[in-house]
């Protein structure tokens, strides 16, 4: 089974409107972490934000927000007032705290939506 | 905040040529260092990661190695290259008690 599933292949939307792209992730450990990373067309890998699985609060970063809801197994990533620039891969990812045993934080991602911000 | 550099930005190499892939972290002391490997539209791939010099975990066999001669660099090798090797390789560095890896540019290797 797939520890990151993110349902949308691509996404078209309006520049100005919300953006919500999806995350669902599978663990069975009580501590772990939730990401969202950017990556635009030049390949690098932008971190946006993160949530913790005992964090109280959704968590917030400028126009980036955590939709986090723990019962459901879902983080979903809001972008409030798309900008053009907005229009990359984006991925989520978990780091669980027994990954491999190895005393690492290794990140598992899903296979990421493309966004694409329309004028 | 730390900078992460990889080196080459992108190779082109023929199947069974050798391979070294770089990369070097600034701006911290004693990261968890991790190479990934992301194939043509898909997600990341955690290929191996390092606590500390020396010391090397695999997550995935392969006819790649890795290897952490000092404490801010990172090396991906193989001895021969197969057409499978291809992608693109991300090195990210982390510190242990936080919770966020940071990445590098990236290195897009081509193997014919």
């Known amino acids: 089974a797939q520890k990151i599933t993110q349902t949308q292949p691509g996404m078209f939307v309006q520049e100005k409107e919300a953006v919500t792209l999806d995350c669902t992730y599978d663990?069975?450990?009580?501590?772990?972490?939730l990401f969202w990373y950017k990556q635009p067309s030049s390949g690098e890998m932008i971190f946006l934000i993160y949530q913790g699985s005992y964090d109280q609060q959704n968590a917030t970063e400028g126009r980036y927000s955590l939709n986090f809801q723990k019962a459901r197994k879902s983080a979903n990533l809001v972008i409030s007032a798309s900008q053009l620039g907005d229009s990359a891969m984006y991925f989520c990812a978990m780091r669980e705290s027994s990954f491999s045993g190895g005393g690492a934080d290794g990140l598992t991602f899903g296979k990421g939506t493309h966004l694409i911000i329309q004028p | 905040s730390q900078t992460i550099h990889q080196w080459p930005a992108t190779l082109v190499q023929p199947v069974g040529s050798p391979l070294s892939l770089e990369c070097t972290v600034e701006g911290t002391s004693n990261p968890n260092l991790y190479w990934y490997r992301q194939a043509a539209g898909r997600g990341l791939q955690l290929l191996f990661y390092?606590?500390?010099?020396?010391?090397i975990s695999s997550e995935v066999p392969q006819n790649l190695s890795a290897s952490r001669p000092q404490d801010r660099q990172f090396i991906l090798s193989s001895k021969k290259l197969l057409l499978s090797d291809s992608g693109f390789y991300l090195c990210a560095s982390g510190t242990s008690g936080t919770d966020t890896q940071y990445f590098g540019p990236g290195t897009r290797l081509t193997v014919l």
């Open positions: 663990t069975s450990d009580p501590s772990y972490g």
């Open positions: 390092s606590v500390g010099i020396g010391q």
